[in-house]
């Protein structure tokens, strides 16, 4: 009997696999996080930075898709944190983020207008308070893509705003408040566990 329970005492778990589970605790930790900000509004410790904007609140539609993350302050310096390790580059990109917002609202005859307007507003307002246009896609029976940046200086923003009305029956925006580029959005959505970000496909205009 000694002997089993020495044998017993002398098991220890690998390295390798305590920092895969760290790192699955973080992911689900943080996903438990995210859902629990879906359908809220959250609270600004200070005064948002000049790269937010806000977009009012949604109301679910009956039967459709509908998606709100807003995500701010600890829950970005721990996401960093946790992806240092496996990439720098993200990691400090999220920890100079102030903020990411995510809405997701699925289209159908009862909301398909008033959310059409809504975006429609949003845009212009971008446009009338100096934000620059980077990305505009207006395909026939396709999608309809505006994406902005608040301009810092020539190297740097203060923000970034995508719009989408999709041909797939879903309207898409998103803000992120810090210095990030549009071919960054969907890794930062995969660092961050946010699907509807992950899965954005655009690419960084061409500078003339």
Known sequence: MRGSEDNAADVRT???????????????????????????????AATPGPGYVDFGKFTPTAGEQFVQVDINGTL??????????????????????????????GLNDDNRV???????????????????????????????VAVFIKEASESEI???????????GEAVLVNVVGNVGIEQL???????????????DLKAPIKS
Not at 119 to 139: F, S, Y
């Open 76 to 105: 970005l310096k721990l996401a960093a944190a946790f992806t240092q390790n496996e990439d720098v580059e993200i990691s400090e990109l999220i920890k100079s983020l102030q903020s990411v917002r995510v809405n997701v609202l």
């Open 114 to 144: 008033e959310t059409t307007t809504r975006i429609n507003e949003i845009r212009a307002n971008l446009d009338a308070q100096g934000w620059k246009r980077v990305v505009t896609v207006q395909e026939k029976g396709g999608d309809d």
């Open 158 to 168: 203060h923000g970034l705003v995508v719009s989408v009305m999709s041909h797939s």
């Open 14 to 44: 690998p390295k390798s696999s305590k920092l895969t589970l760290m790192k699955n605790t973080f992911r689900n930790s943080l996903t438990a996080l995210t859902l629990g900000a879906l359908f809220s509004t959250s609270v600004w």
């Open 186 to 200: 969907a890794k930062l959505g995969d660092r961050l566990n946010i699907d509807p970000l992950r899965k954005l």
